[in-house]
């Protein structure tokens, strides 16, 4: 895993938000791309110490370890306490493919009651309640860039995506936040 703790963060220093929301640049975090066959999954989870979810839109999380089902076969795993998650899952003893994309990815918390509607200002999914819960998640776009959206309460998001796109992202969660307090 690349060294987090003395990486330059991309978003470092980078504050913003509105009345109706905040935009906070997440701490580093562990990630990994992981897939596997559906036979894997149960030892793969056991290795991890959660359940990989297996239904669209759901994710799982024990303490600070979170695993956002992506597809079929795909998870992106993120580790925001001690790390370890390429250890854990070479332990396995399962087939699978894990790729460590910690230096890849970085992630926008937004939160506040003009959460959803600051996401709606580049992301076209219905970010209400009832079609996309707390723990609902879903890789999807946000203006041009490809994201993956994690509700994590009532009125949070974490959003991760691509480091060279850091600046765009927050550039662009800035302006929908200015519009969603008006």
């Known amino acids: 895993m690349v060294e987090l703790a003395t990486r330059t963060?991309?978003?470092?220093?980078?504050?913003?938000?509105?009345?109706?929301?905040?935009?906070?640049?997440?701490?580093?975090?562990?990630?990994?791309?992981?897939?596997?066959?559906?036979?894997d999954v149960a030892a793969l989870s056991a290795?991890?110490?959660?359940?990989?979810?297996?239904?669209?839109?759901?994710?799982?999380t024990a303490g600070k370890r979170s695993a956002l089902w992506l597809g079929p076969d795909e998870w992106l795993v993120i580790?925001?306490?001690?790390?370890?998650?390429?250890?854990?899952?070479g332990s396995s003893g399962a087939?699978?493919?894990?790729?460590?994309?910690?230096?890849?990815?970085?992630?926008?918390l937004v939160a506040g009651p003009g959460a959803a509607k600051t996401l709606n200002g580049g992301c076209p999914l219905d970010l209400s309640l009832k079609m996309f819960?707390?723990?609902a998640c879903a890789r999807t776009l946000f203006g041009k860039i490809e994201v993956v959206v994690?509700?994590?309460?009532?009125?949070?998001?974490?959003?991760?995506?691509?480091?060279?796109?850091?600046?765009?992202?927050?550039?662009?969660?800035?302006?929908?936040?200015?519009?969603?307090?008006?």
């Open 150 to 182: 994690l509700r994590t309460a009532e009125d949070a998001f974490r959003v991760e995506f691509w480091r060279s796109f850091s600046q765009y992202a927050f550039g662009l969660l800035q302006d929908a936040a200015e519009d969603a307090a008006l």
């Open 79 to 89: 580790d925001e306490g001690e790390g370890g998650l390429m250890a854990a899952l």
């Open 47 to 60: 290795a991890l110490g959660l359940s990989l979810p297996t239904q669209a839109k759901t994710s799982a």
């Open 9 to 39: 963060l991309p978003l470092s220093g980078f504050h913003g938000g509105s009345a109706v929301t905040s935009l906070t640049p997440a701490q580093p975090a562990e990630r990994v791309s992981l897939r596997a066959r559906p036979e």
């Open 133 to 135: 819960p707390v723990g």
């Open 95 to 108: 087939l699978h493919s894990a790729t460590d994309v910690s230096h890849r990815n970085t992630a926008v």
